[in-house]
């Protein structure tokens, strides 16, 4: 294992949503390891390093809330924006009208978590990196609050807060730290990109408010 990091991440709403729910937005009961690994990609990321979600504290009660929103059925195609910049003739606006839709989300409210990770180094190495490097960096980035991009909570919409867990910090205490195991049922643990995007899931379970997150190669299974 490699360099271990704990990070605390919040907000006010978050939907993780479920891939098999095509048009209403449904979200898991709790944070995903593929949202999680976005979490801490857009503090720290480079091709030298891979990040490991090792386990997910839920720390506030599961709430959920339902709210009905206007969305665009269809986005500008990137053929007429690529028109339009050579010169040609193209529609770059759409009718809001006849293009509306209503969808329902199905989101958590106050999600609050710590995310239990490390990183290990990849083939695109380079001569320059060392793991010592990416983790101090890491760190210097997570306790000044920087990051490549807002990371968000499962939709961009949903801005996420975060600050670094110092090693000798204790944890804030669960909603569940004393209630046993709770099936989560299926989740999704990341995409597999080396096999055309193909998601994989783990049976997912919170232990006493954790979820242990099972390695990519021993728990992830195609369903």
Known sequence: ?????????????ACFTR??????????DAMTPSAARGVLEAIHWKPAIRWVIDRIHVLNEIRFES?????IENKLSTSAIKSAISGKTAVLY???????????????????????????MTQAVGEGDSPEKHYNIFL???RQGQCFHRPYLGCREFAAQFALVETEALLP?????????????????????????????????LRNGVIEVPSWEEGAEFV
């Open 173 to 205: 205490r669960s909603f569940y730290a004393d209630t046993g195991d709770r099936d989560l049922g299926w989740m999704l643990h990341d995409i597999d990109f080396q096999r055309n995007m193909t998601p994989r899931f783990f049976r997912a379970a």
């Open 67 to 71: 709210v009905r929103r206007n969305e």
């Open 94 to 120: 759409q009718n809001v009208t006849e293009e509306r839709q209503q969808r329902a989300t199905l989101m958590l409210k106050n999600p609050d978590y710590v995310i239990e990770a490390h990183f290990e």
């Open 19 to 28: 891939p098999e729910m095509k048009v209403e937005r449904v979200g898991y």
């Open 140 to 142: 210097r980035r997570a």
């Open 1 to 13: 294992m490699g360099y271990g990091i704990k990070l605390h991440v919040w907000g006010d709403y």
